[in-house]
């Protein structure tokens, strides 16, 4: 059975960090580029940073560059996003996702490259 499972999320104080994890089972990510993506309530689904296949390839969105960190562990068939100095803006529902399309900058933030979704996780920002 396939699946892309997201977990991490959940209740920081401004300038607190999380590390959210996808873990993939029933198949490997390592031909993948992954992308993490969030989406809140009544805005666009952003993207948020990629990783390509290769090691040291990987993007941010301006917004949080400097402050995550992307990254992915083949032996455990896992992509972490570690978010540090959070703000109350980073509150959101973040989601990873998979593409089969090739790594390119900065079209690896698009959501609409990627075609297997895991289920989100919340992350909520507040004192």
């Known amino acids: 059975q396939v699946q892309f499972v997201a977990s991490g999320g959940g209740l920081v104080q401004p300038g607190g960090s999380l590390r959210l994890s996808c873990a993939a089972s029933?198949?490997?990510?390592?031909?993948?580029?992954i992308g993490w993506f969030r989406q809140a309530p009544g805005k666009e689904r952003e993207g948020v940073s990629c990783i390509g296949p290769s090691l040291g390839t990987s993007y941010y969105a301006d917004s949080v560059k400097g402050r995550f960190t992307i990254s992915r562990d083949f032996a455990k068939n896992t992509v972490y996003l570690e978010m540090d100095s959070l703000k109350p803006e980073d509150a959101s529902v973040y989601f990873c996702?998979?593409?089969?399309?090739?790594?390119?900058?900065?079209?690896?933030?698009?959501?609409?490259?990627?075609?297997?979704w895991g289920q989100g996780t919340q992350v909520t920002v507040s004192a």
């Open positions: 029933g198949f490997s990510l390592d031909y993948y580029t």
């Open positions: 996702a998979t593409t089969s399309l090739p790594y390119v900058r900065p079209m690896c933030l698009m959501p609409a490259r990627y075609d297997q």
